[in-house]
């Protein structure tokens, strides 16, 4: 089983602040996913990286930006958070090789902008 | 383009058999995911079905039917904890996971 952890849990911030989510992998996983999920809906990429100093936009461009400058952590920041932004973020991260592996989860950040 | 469709929600009785459908259509397919989400945590993984036919773990089944861009999960006796959504997700020719939004499955004692 994956160990992959999320900090904060939680956070509840106001409008125009710089938020920066951490992520980190114990498993020496090449690959690392950003994901937005709102209650019901499906999720939605927004960043992802198969490698250090290789990172990609998802389908969601969220005013995001991540960074991968060590195996085991993928940051993701928010320059100027507005409510929009609103969500859980989950960090996940599957193991290398070209072919499909299951992505392993953290726990997710409950991001409330106000 | 590139869809993922599964019923919304399902209820079912504890100790019962209860199957959740998933259809997909993406640009390329490497193979089919399903994930159990409990509220307020992370999806965990449960059954990668890339070849045609049933792959069975435990009380759960997963099916897959290539040609008719079709998928199922079965559950068998049913448990109050298996309480959860159930993600389907279509992984395309980029090795991408293009996500349903879940069935939320509800079950009553």
């Known amino acids: 089983e994956a160990d992959i952890y999320q900090t904060p849990r939680y956070l509840v911030i106001g409008t125009g602040k710089k938020i920066t989510l951490e992520c980190s992998q114990t498993?020496?996983?090449?690959?690392m996913y950003w994901y937005q999920q709102d209650p019901g809906m499906e999720l939605h990429l927004i960043h992802y990286s198969y490698g250090v100093n290789s990172t990609e936009k998802g389908d969601l461009s969220s005013e995001s930006t991540v960074s991968r400058i060590r195996t085991e952590h993928f940051p993701l920041t928010l320059e100027s958070a507005r409510p929009s932004h609103t969500s859980q973020y989950l960090c996940?991260?599957?193991?290398?090789?070209?072919?499909?592996?299951?992505?392993?989860f953290g726990d997710g950040t409950r991001l409330s902008i106000l | 383009g590139q869809n993922i469709d599964q019923p919304t929600e399902m209820t079912a009785t504890e100790g019962a058999i209860v199957q959740i459908n998933c259809t997909y259509q993406?640009?390329?397919?490497?193979?089919l995911f399903w994930y159990q989400q409990h509220a307020g945590e992370a999806p965990t993984f449960l059954s990668y079905n890339v070849l045609d036919g049933l792959e069975e773990k435990g009380r759960f089944s997963s099916f897959l039917s290539r040609s008719k861009g079709y998928s199922y999960l079965l559950l068998k006796e049913l448990q109050m904890k298996d309480s959860a959504s159930y993600l389907c997700a279509s992984m395309d020719s980029n090795y991408q996971l293009i996500w349903g939004a879940g069935t939320k499955l509800i079950i009553k004692p």
């Open positions: 498993m020496g996983h090449d690959k």
């Open positions: 996940a991260s599957s193991e290398s090789g070209t072919g499909p592996s299951a992505q392993h």
């Open positions: 993406t640009s390329g397919f490497n193979g």
